[in-house]
């Protein structure tokens, strides 16, 4: 058994040997603390477990060096803006010859018309528009939703995350009577009552769904066809095919946020598995890192926009900035479609992903921890819970992050980077099973330390 005792000498430990081997990027964070806000240029660096952030100096396939010279196995990857690798070569001579010619004109190229071809080959929706992050991609598709089928609601599920869209920021929350649906307390400046239009059900559950769409009243349903940002929680056989079905019978437009879900094999999720959406996002990866993402739809729903835009008058419509679509970011989306998500890329990092899990299994079963494995594709993670949650509030219950923390800064010290949000994992075209197997030996190891 893991005990709260063991789990505080471990990571007083852990975070006194962070120190003692990490100073530059320690000085250089006391440095940042004078100008930037909390001391990062943005507040998600601060997600990490560990005294201070590491300080990167750069990063290769799938390894990162700090700038303590300190090279780590890296399976955060950017938290999947980096899920292909770290600068492949394609990439990066893409950009390099890019930056010599222009990086946005507010004008079209002739990789952007190769670039709509990739796209519709690649996920299997024929129309695409690109926006400069998943965010905004998210509102956009929002908004001509509620366009196109003049209703104002759209529904989410618990414990969800589409990026910084006010619409999605609802939870289902115990209550006396049940189960009461609220705006997320931890929103800054919230300020607009959105419960009045935006419905929250938990994943998986099939009778809420169907009373929910037959008020005919949903704009669209907006989902990852697995969840993955609240831990990873796995649809129910026929759960997705059941939502597939009530969207076309209710008149509601179904959207995949497949920006994480990318992983489970190419062209996403729905193009692997099935169903197919009518609209889909994909953002982060899809540009190697640099700033951008796409959403693309069916060409029913592209005549039902192209009739809402003949309808309103002219103005601004609320969608899209002037960096959208801008010259970088097309060459770099044009490099990665066609030169490094590929489907020899695909089968080697569903190999390894089979390599970690099976890795970690046995681990958990070595160990006999209450532990279990989740995994999507190539984005693996362990739960310290002992079965598959269902829904997001079976989720968040299943968290340990104390537990979870320490571990991270226990692989970290040692030369693996694992994501800072709970104990996922991604496996890119470069990452190398003597990678997987050192995070298999290591978290083997850390597993002995708790237990002792």
């Known amino acids: 058994m893991i005990t709260d005792a063991s789990i505080d000498r471990i990571a007083e430990r852990e975070a006194a040997a962070f120190c003692a081997t990490n100073p530059k990027s320690l000085t250089l964070a006391q440095q940042a603390s004078t100008n930037w806000f909390q001391g990062v240029p943005f507040h998600w660096m601060l997600d990490w477990p560990s005294p201070a952030p590491l300080v990167a100096a750069h990063a290769q396939g799938a390894v990162l060096t700090t700038v303590d010279g300190r090279k780590l196995d890296d399976f955060c990857l950017g938290d999947t803006a980096s899920m292909f690798g770290h600068s492949p070569k394609p990439l990066a001579d893409a950009i390099a010859k890019q930056a010599g010619e ?245 089968r080697h990092m569903l190999e390894l992903a089979r390599r970690l899990v099976k890795g970690i299994e046995s681990v958990i079963e070595t160990h006999r921890l209450p532990w279990h494995v989740v995994n999507v594709g190539a984005r693996v993670e362990f739960v310290c819970a002992d079965r598959p949650s269902t829904n997001g509030s079976e989720a968040r219950a299943a968290m340990h992050p104390k537990l979870e923390a320490a571990i991270h800064l226990y692989l970290a010290n040692r030369g693996i980077l694992l994501a800072p949000f709970h104990n996922m994992m991604l496996l890119s075209p470069a990452t190398q099973e003597g990678q997987v197997d050192r995070l298999v030996h290591i978290l083997d190891a850390a597993v002995t330390e708790f237990l002792e």
Request: with cysteine; glycine share 12%.
């Open 102 to 346: 222009g990086l946005s004109y507010m004008l079209p190229t002739e990789k952007g018309v190769e670039l709509g071809e990739m796209l519709a080959s690649m996920f299997g929706l024929p129309r695409w528009q690109v926006t400069t992050t998943a965010s905004e991609a998210n509102r956009a598709v929002i908004r001509w939703c509620r366009g196109i089928t003049g209703r104002k609601k759209i529904l989410i599920f618990n414990g969800c995350y589409h990026g910084a869209v006010d619409d999605v920021f609802v939870d289902l929350r115990p209550h006396p009577s049940g189960w009461e649906s609220k705006m997320r307390a931890s929103l800054i400046g919230q300020v607009h009552d959105i419960l009045p239009t935006t419905s929250v059900i938990e994943f998986n559950d099939l009778e809420a769904l169907e009373s929910t769409l037959k008020r005919g009243d949903i704009a669209c349903v907006l989902a990852e066809p697995v969840m993955t940002n609240v831990g990873m929680v796995r649809d129910a056989p026929g759960y997705l095919d059941a939502l597939r079905r009530l969207c076309s019978e209710t008149g509601t437009i179904l959207v995949f946020d497949e920006t994480h879900t990318i992983s489970s094999g190419y062209g996403g999720h729905s193009n692997a598995f099935g169903p197919k959406p009518d609209m889909m996002v994909i953002g982060k990866s899809i540009g190697g890192g640099i700033s951008t993402a796409v959403y693309g739809f069916s060409d029913e729903i592209a005549e039902r926009m192209a009739k809402l835009n003949a309808s309103r008058p002219s103005g601004h419509s609320g969608i899209g900035t002037t960096l959208s679509a801008n010259a970088l970011a097309i060459a770099a989306m044009h490099a990665m479609v066609g030169k490094v998500i590929t489907h020899d890329a695909y």
